[in-house]
T-cell receptor, first 115, second 110 residues
Framework: DAMVIQNPRYQVTQFGKPVTLSCSQT?????MYWYQQKSSQAPKLLFH???????NEADTPDNFQSRRPNTSFCFLDIRSPGLGDAAMYLC??????????????FGPGTRLTVL | TQLLEQSPQFLSIQEGENLTVYCNSS?????LQWYRQEPGEGPVLLVT?????EVKKLKRLTFQFGDARKDSSLHITAAQPGDTGLYLC??????????FGPGTRLSVLP
């Protein structure tokens, strides 16, 4: 089945220790998104890639970076995690970005714990 | 900045009851989506509505997009414990990214 896969499902890191979260998709979608979701809050968009074009949200901290080496994979790098970065990180894809029928499909998320 | 509000924030009902949750904004959206999210999992897309006044049904779930495309509702008939979860609406303005509402946390008790 076509899907969005996130690894690992649970990640524990130490304060200040760089961490990378990964996302892969078999949907062959052009757009990949990274969201941060804290407990009892809505998902917050960090950035997205339209193909190879990177689009950063204005309020996304510089501590968060992303890479998309090919259509299928996208990575979220947190250079120096702080305690406030503990959250669920959600990857999503969509076929394109312009259509009103554009639908997002989410992966299961990676729960990040910062010690 | 587009903002979405959802109400109620929390809802606890008995199995078999009906319920409606609301998603409201002062902004116009080109499309609006409803998701259900279970603890520890990613949101699962339930429906996308695009046309003002549109009504879509998915088994016991009925979704409506407001005529002005600023609001939406989700009605569940004869709720079941399996309906328990966080219901999120997400709106997309023309040429913009999706914006999520804060969610309605539904608990259906057996």
């Amino acid at each position: 089945d076509a899907m969005v896969i996130q690894n690992p499902r649970y990640q524990v890191t130490q304060f200040g220790k760089p961490v990378t979260l990964s996302c892969s998709q078999t949907l062959n979608h052009n757009v990949m998104y990274w969201y941060q979701q804290k407990s009892s809050q809505a998902p917050k968009l960090l950035f997205h890639y339209y193909d190879k074009d990177f689009n950063n949200e204005a309020d996304t901290p510089d501590n968060f970076q992303s890479r998309r080496p090919n259509t299928s994979f996208c990575f979220l790098d947190i250079r120096s995690p702080g305690l406030g970065d503990a959250a669920m990180y959600l990857c999503a894809t969509s076929r394109d970005h312009g259509s009103s029928y554009n639908e997002q499909f989410f992966g299961p998320g990676t729960r990040l714990t910062v010690l | 900045t587009q903002l979405l509000e959802q109400s109620p924030q929390f809802l606890s009902i008995q199995e078999g009851e009906n319920l409606t949750v609301y998603c409201n904004s002062s902004s116009v959206f080109s499309s609006l989506q409803w998701y259900r999210q279970e603890p520890g999992e990613g949101p699962v897309l339930l429906v996308t509505v695009v046309t003002g006044g549109e009504v879509k049904k998915l088994k016991r779930l009925t979704f409506q997009f407001g005529d002005a495309r600023k609001d939406s509702s989700l009605h569940i008939t004869a709720a079941q414990p399996g309906d328990t979860g966080l219901y999120l609406c997400a709106g997309r303005g023309y040429g913009q990214n999706f914006v999520f509402g804060p969610g309605t946390r539904l608990s259906v008790l057996p």
